[in-house]
């Protein structure tokens, strides 16, 4: 298995290592440090990976995140977790207003040990604003350190949500990726897929399991849900949002989108359920008990 949960490709080339972003975020003696910045439509952030762990966040916007095993589409609602030394790349889908924190290496073990898309409750959403309103040597003793105390708690506690697509490395798996992100509603079959990428069906089935575990139907599916849930996440209703990745039976979209995410469409439109963050009550002294905070 891949750092992101995936099945890692099974004879995928090594790719070089990725360079390292040192910003001061990456270095204050501090469990964890906010970062903020406003992106136009189409920036995008090259690959590289960070010293710290990131919990990756956007008031508004889109951010599609790829690493080296799987891509992610991150709306406002969800946060991506990657660990120190994950390479990564960055594109925003609209203006994007991210809101990022960047955690020492004590205060990552409140985090998943892999690459993860957290649901993110209203409190953990203004906790991550308050953070990044706060200088990068917060008070340990003051504000800053009851706001980085909540904020583990919050991350330990957060839903994972199944919203990674694995990665392809083949040219012909990336051109017909590349087709479907741009128009998930295609409806072609592997027959006429093969014919656009050059390659044979049945070269696209062996090289679709090799590099992901999975059918090409299965890997479609998980695409077009993904999409789904950032559209639904912008406000889409659900009987636009499966019209637009390709479901022709709303009912059919419902019951697949309930298998992946253990809610209904107009569930996560509505902001229940793990799509939307919900989280239990919280330990009184969860928080007070982190070791990064001790």
Do not use: K
């Not at 990044?132 to 706001?147: K, Q, T, V, Y």
């Not at 330990?156 to 392809?168: D, E, F, I, S």
């Amino acid at each position: 298995m891949s750092p992101s949960g995936q099945i890692a490709p099974a004879h995928a080339p090594a790719l070089a290592p990725a360079p390292t972003r040192n910003l001061p975020q990456d270095a204050v003696d501090r469990p964890l440090a906010g970062f903020m910045r406003d992106y136009v439509d189409g920036e995008s952030v090259p690959r590289h990976a960070h010293a710290r762990a990131q919990l990756l966040y956007a008031t508004g916007g889109i951010m599609r995140i790829e690493t080296d095993h799987a891509a992610y589409v991150v709306p406002p609602g969800r946060a991506l977790w990657v660990p120190a030394a994950v390479p990564h790349v960055t594109a925003m889908q609209g203006p994007v207003a991210m809101r990022a924190l960047f955690l020492r290496a004590d205060a990552a073990r409140a985090g998943p040990a892999g690459v993860a898309v957290l649901a993110v409750s209203p409190l953990l959403r203004e906790l991550i604003l308050a953070a990044c309103s706060e200088p990068l040597e917060w008070d340990e003793a003051g504000r800053g350190g009851h706001l980085a105390a909540l904020i583990l708690d919050e991350i330990a506690r957060a839903q994972a949500l199944p919203l990674g697509v694995p990665a392809v490395r083949d040219t012909r798996l990336r051109r017909l990726a590349a087709a479907l992100r741009a128009d998930p509603a295609r409806d072609a079959d592997l027959e006429a897929w093969a014919a656009e990428c050059g390659a044979s069906p049945r070269t696209l089935t062996r090289l679709f399991r090799r590099e992901t575990g999975m059918s090409f139907a299965r890997w479609r599916q998980m695409l077009r849900l993904s999409e789904a849930a950032a559209l639904l996440a912008q406000g889409m209703p659900p009987a636009r949002a499966a019209a637009a990745v390709g479901y022709a039976s709303a009912p059919a979209f419902g019951a697949a989108f309930r298998t992946a995410f253990g809610t209904s469409p107009r569930g996560a439109l509505a902001g229940g359920g793990p799509m939307g963050g919900r989280q239990g009550a919280a330990s009184p002294d969860a928080a007070s008990n982190h070791p990064a905070m001790r």
